[in-house]
Nanobody, 116 residues
């Protein structure tokens, strides 16, 4: 059974940092792009960052460019999101995602709350 388990969320003051992790079990996704999404209360889920299978290409939402860094450790089958200079607008539930073309996998999410 494939599982994506996010961790690392929490409550942080504006300007602070958090590192999210997404541990994958049940299969490896080394051949696929992986991504972080977030959803704020009352808003649609949005793409935050994505990373290619090789890890050499990354994509970021304009709102997080220069502050967030996505990375992956193939050997550990884990996806990361380093978040710096956090803002209240970054508050939301963060989800990791991998789409293989035939299946779409999501974690249960981890809550990030940034206080002003």
């Amino acid at each position: 059974q494939v599982q994506l388990v996010e961790s690392g969320g929490g409550l942080v003051q504006a300007g602070g940092s958090l590192t999210l992790s997404c541990a994958v079990s049940g299969r490896t996704f080394g051949a696929y792009t992986m991504a972080w999404f977030r959803q704020a209360p009352g808003k649609e889920r949005e793409l935050v960052a994505a990373i290619s299978a090789s890890g050499t290409q990354t994509q970021y939402a304009d709102s997080v460019k220069g502050r967030f860094t996505i990375s992956r450790d193939i050997a550990k089958n884990t996806l990361y999101l380093q978040m710096n200079s956090l803002k209240p607008d970054d508050t939301g539930t963060y989800y990791c995602n991998v789409e293989t073309g035939t299946q779409d996998y999501w974690g249960q999410g981890t809550q990030v709350t940034v206080s002003s």
